[in-house]
């Protein structure tokens, strides 16, 4: 789940990035539907390349469907993007990155102690 916080923080900061780009539409994902995703995925996601031609590596396409933001009041440019929905979006998933890295380093630390109380 830390990787889908990265990477819906990702999201969000480009959502703010292009905030004033005419015609830019604001995209997050949907946390229950990753974790889905996630839980019924493999360690990695494979990427398939069908032409000997492609290049290996990250792909461009998003592992998690995408949703748009639909606005509350539309901007005449056709930019979706409201700052205030998406900093609190971003404090939100900010705080759940941190308590999740909370969790994992506190697992860690309770098998360092386990290892170190056995010697």
Do not use: C, W
């Amino acid at each position: 789940m830390l990787g889908v916080r990265v990477y819906r923080q990702q999201l969000l900061a480009s959502n703010i990035a292009n905030a004033d780009t005419p015609g830019y539409k604001a995209v997050d994902i949907d946390i229950e539907e990753a974790a889905k995703i996630v839980q019924g995925a493999s360690s990695s996601l494979p990427l398939t390349s069908t032409v000997t031609g492609h290049l290996s590596g990250t792909g461009q396409t998003s592992p998690f469907p995408l949703k748009y933001h639909v606005p509350y009041q539309a901007a005449t440019d056709g930019n979706t993007v409201e700052m205030d929905v998406e900093r609190q979006k971003m404090a939100e998933n900010s705080l759940m990155h941190q308590f999740s890295l909370d969790r994992v380093s506190g697992h860690f630390k309770h098998f360092m102690e386990l290892l170190q109380n056995l010697k």
